[in-house]
């Protein structure tokens, strides 16, 4: 009996210890769930550069969140996906993922990543899996089509109807140097498949501008609505992200802030 006491104080010891053990285990992924969201990284579309989300950055980095532009080659689909998630493995934390015009195929599947909370999608383009950018574009077209393509494979925005067609609601002095300093996208890059689409499985964000004439405003509901996303109908062209930042910054805070 004297032998048998000692076993059975030491089981219960190993007991309390993997007990603590597990405990200690349990406590961070519960933690990690509720961590908040204070890195937005954000895609601009084609045609454009990150600039324009200055202001946006601005309200944004003010409420405290870290926020990184991912800049895109927009030389193939993939090229920009690896780009986006160089950017998304370089953040500590969770991540709101926040895309533009093309730039919602690209973070629908750079979206894939396990730290990446959820998807904003701005006057954007919501391609599901085997469908490209041309394709979901031609079946309902925009109000007017400006993209005119190149003999080595891109495409870029007509200077003169950049404007009008683009960026109705900003000053012509700002949309007439955005239309001499485009970045070229290429017909490849609208004619991939894409392979992923995020949106089928995390919180998902919509602006809907309403007096987009590069993007049909129906196509975007469309889209939007077959994705589930909660939607946002803003008074603004393609650019609604320089014409109307404060909204459009409110709706990625909403995003990081859902519980």
Not at 57 to 66: A, E, M, N, P, V
Not at 90 to 119: C, M, N, T, Y
């Amino acid at each position: 009996m004297k032998a048998i006491r000692p076993l059975a104080t030491a089981m219960a010891l190993a007991a309390s210890a993997i007990s603590a053990i597990s405990a200690m285990t349990t406590i961070p992924a519960a933690h990690a769930a509720t961590e908040p969201v204070k890195n937005i990284v954000i895609v601009s579309g084609s045609f454009v550069d990150g600039s324009g989300w200055r202001v946006i950055h601005d309200i944004l980095t003010q409420k405290g969140y870290k926020v990184t532009v991912a800049a895109q080659p927009h030389t193939s689909l993939d090229d920009d996906v690896a780009a986006t998630r160089e950017i998304l493995d370089q953040q500590v934390g969770p991540v709101v993922l926040v895309g533009h015009s093309s730039g919602g195929a690209v973070i629908s599947a750079a979206g894939e990543r396990a730290k990446v909370k959820a998807l904003v999608y701005v006057s954007a383009l919501l391609p599901d899996v085997g469908e490209s950018l041309a394709q979901v574009i031609g079946s309902k077209p925009a109000p007017s089509n400006s993209v005119r393509p190149t003999q080595d494979g891109h495409l870029f925005v007509d200077p003169a109807r950049f404007h009008d067609d683009v960026g109705a609601d900003l000053p012509e002095n700002r949309t007439n140097y955005m239309a001499i300093s485009q970045v070229p996208a290429t017909v490849a890059t609208f004619n991939t498949q894409i392979w992923a689409a995020a949106w089928h499985h995390k919180p998902s964000y919509a602006i809907l501008s309403t007096e987009d004439r590069a993007l049909s405003p129906d196509l975007q509901r469309w889209m939007y609505q077959r994705a589930g996303a909660k939607v946002t109908e803003v008074k603004a062209s393609h650019l609604a992200y320089i014409s109307q930042p404060d909204q459009v910054a409110k709706v990625i805070d909403d995003a990081a802030n859902a519980r």
